[in-house]
Each structure stands twice: as structure tokens, then as C-alpha cells.
């Protein structure tokens, strides 16, 4: 399963599939992009990060693609587990003389079904 | 998580009374930040700190003050809370140029 976008909020998988969820990000100044997790009455979670030198970084289950030409940021899960529903927020670190801040996308609500 | 404690974890409060929420790290980082979440809107940046007694605004700071007056304490006060001030507010830390930390939010109910 795939979302499209910010506007697209929901995403809905069958356990054992991949998913992907996608991300446009705003400043072409931007070098560096953090995916996190949020599930429910929890804080958001760090999964995986990437800076801009890089097109794709891998952890375990998980892909981060990065497009700089079109500022586009992409989060793979292999294997899509229940476990894995929750909230998927990308955000863009502007940089140390913006005191690192981040910007966060709208998120992307996943649902795994069994 | 990550060394992160916020309280109170749970508040309701009336109109107009000040609110003041704390944020503890036992990490040592040098960023601490506040943010508030709302159904759609995500998460936005209310204040920041990158040192004891240094502080910035983010994109929501109206209504909002900070204090961090070391390295491990980060508060954020309410002066008089307003009903558009509901919201569940979360704490976050981080060294520079590395992912932020997030604790596990207040949630802030103002009638």
C-alpha cells in the first residue's frame, strides 16, 4: 500500500505487505530528515534518519528514500506487522543556526489489518 | 523515553489561570524543545532552548513563556490560559544536528 502525499492521511495494509508512505518537504535548503512514530497516547518515536548526501538509507524493516530534486522523502516497512499501525510523521531539520528545529509533515495515519 | 520526564501528564485548569509545565532530561542534551499537537495540525514548535538561559520563539509562541534556568529543566508557562490553548504538549531534546527526543506529553484541558 501506498500514500500520496500530505493530503492523504490514512493508509490501510493487509499484514505482510510493504508499505510505503510519502512525504514532501518545503525548504531545498534542508540537509537533513527524520521519520518518527506516534501511536496512540505516546510521544512521537524516532525510526530512522537521513541527511541530504544520501538517496536511501536502510534499518531493520524499514527504507528511507530521499528525492532532493523534487523534495520528496519516502518511508518503506517490509513486512508490514500490526504492530506497526500508528502515526508516521516525516520532518526536515533546518539546521543548527535554526537551533536544529524540525518541521513536521501532517502525518500519515497506517492501519494494519491481520 | 530517552530520559525524558514531563508533568504534570494530565491537567484541567480554568480560563484565565496560569499553567506551568515542566520538562526534566537526564541526558544532558543541549536542545530542549516544546511543541503542541492538535488534530490536523501535527506537531508545531512553540519555544526552544539551546543553552541554560538561551531561548528562541518557534511558530506558535503567542500566549506561551519559557524558562530554563539549567541545563536539565525546560518550563513552559501559560500566563493566563485561553480554551484555543487545549491541546497535548510535548517536550523533546536533542544535540545538535542529531534526531530529537520526545517524552510523553501533558495533556492540557482549559474550560
Known amino acids: 500500500g501506498e500514500s500520496v502525499g500530505l493530503h492523504l492521511p490514512t493508509l490501510s495494509v493487509q499484514e505482510g505487505d510493504n508499505s510505503i508512505i510519502n512525504c514532501a518537504y518545503s525548504?531545498?535548503?534542508?540537509?537533513?530528515f527524520i521519520w518518527y512514530k506516534q501511536e496512540s497516547g505516546k510521544g512521537p518515536q524516532f525510526i530512522i534518519d537521513i541527511r541530504s548526501n544520501m538517496d536511501k538509507r536502510q534499518g531493520q524493516r524499514v527504507t528511507v528514500l530521499l528525492n532532493k530534486t523534487v523534495k520528496h522523502l519516502s518511508l518503506q516497512i517490509a513486512a508490514t506487522q500490526p504492530g506497526d499501525s500508528a502515526v508516521y510523521f516525516c520532518a526536515e531539520n533546518m539546521g543548527e543556526t535554526s537551533g536544529s528545529r524540525l518541521t513536521f509533515g501532517e502525518g500519515t495515519q497506517l492501519t494494519v489489518n491481520p | 523515553d530517552a530520559g525524558i520526564t514531563q508533568s504534570p501528564r494530565h491537567k484541567v485548569t480554568e480560563t484565565g489561570t496560569p499553567v506551568t509545565l515542566r520538562c526534566h532530561q537526564t541526558e544532558n542534551h543541549r536542545y530542549m524543545y516544546w511543541y503542541r499537537q492538535d488534530p490536523g495540525h501535527g506537531l508545531r514548535l512553540i519555544h526552544y532552548s539551546y543553552g541554560v538561559k538561551d531561548t528562541d520563539k518557534g511558530e506558535v509562541s503567542d500566549g506561551y513563556s519559557v524558562s530554563r534556568s539549567k541545563t536539565e529543566d525546560f518550563l513552559l508557562t501559560l500566563e493566563s490560559a485561553t480554551s484555543s490553548q487545549t491541546s497535548v504538549y510535548f517536550c523533546?531534546?536533542?544535540?545538535?544536528?542529531?534526531?530529537?527526543?520526545f517524552g510523553d506529553g501533558t495533556r492540557l484541558s482549559i474550560l
Open positions: 525548504n531545498s535548503a534542508s540537509d537533513y
Open positions: 523533546a531534546i536533542s544535540e545538535a544536528d542529531q534526531p530529537q527526543h
